[in-house]
């Protein structure tokens, strides 16, 4: 059986305010910030040493979003493999008072509903 390389899958998401959602990928997931465009309408992430693209956000006028239709808005959800610390991860959700669930993993959902999972 040979390796195929698959490559990756790096989403885009809709948010409808950035900072929000900034506050949400850099300060609670720890991801880090390579490119920003348009005024920072665009961000692009990375995570831990990695300069490889994992996520984009993209912002969006409220009204724009709501006429789009779901499109994962069931059965969707993002892991992000954060390793050993896993367990660690409630930390900064508490410092800040964000909700999460813990259910043997951080389960969180970023200000516009999109649900995150921390594993290791």
């Known amino acids: 059986m040979t390796n195929r390389d698959l490559g990756s899958i790096n989403a885009t998401l809709l948010v409808t305010d950035i900072e929000k959602s900034r506050f949400f990928y850099e300060s609670l997931l720890k991801l880090k910030v390579q490119y920003e465009f348009y005024d920072g309408r665009l961000i692009c992430y990375s995570w831990g040493n990695s300069d490889e693209i994992i996520l984009r956000i993209s912002q ?55 649900k995150w999972m921390l594993a290791g």
């Open 60 to 114: 969006v006028e409220e009204e724009e979003l709501a006429s789009l239709p779901k499109p994962l808005g069931t059965g969707v959800e993002f892991i992000l493999n954060v390793g050993r610390g896993y367990q660690y991860a409630p930390g900064s959700f508490e410092k800040h008072g964000y909700p999460f669930i813990w259910d043997g993993c951080l389960v969180a959902y970023d200000p516009d509903g999109y």
